[in-house]
């Protein structure tokens, strides 16, 4: 995919973590990018550590991945902030 792809990816992955860890209010469209991005790479070698396919591009199976990569990220942050 390409970069443009990618952020779009990322916007959309980001937007749905933030609504469902309720993190909304608390960070901006950049962010949600970012995490995003981040949760599809987690995601993705989450996924090859248990034996399955990563994100594979721009479709509904790699959205799930990258928005479980990005909540994986948000748990770890919360973690680490306590």
């Known amino acids: 995919m390409g970069i443009v792809l990618w952020i779009i990816f990322g916007a959309i ?3 749905v973590t933030s609504i469902i860890m309720k993190t909304d209010s608390r960070q901006g469209t950049v962010t949600d ?3 995003g991005i981040v949760g599809a790479v987690v995601g993705g070698l989450l996924m090859d550590m248990v034996g399955q396919a ?3 591009g721009f479709n509904l ?3 799930i991945v990258a928005v479980i990569g990005a909540i994986v990220v ?3 942050v919360r973690f680490v902030r306590k």
Do not use: E, F, K, R
């Open 33 to 35: 990018i970012i995490l």
């Open 13 to 15: 992955a980001g937007w």
């Open 74 to 76: 948000i748990l770890v």
């Open 54 to 56: 990563g994100v594979t």
């Open 61 to 63: 199976y790699s959205l």
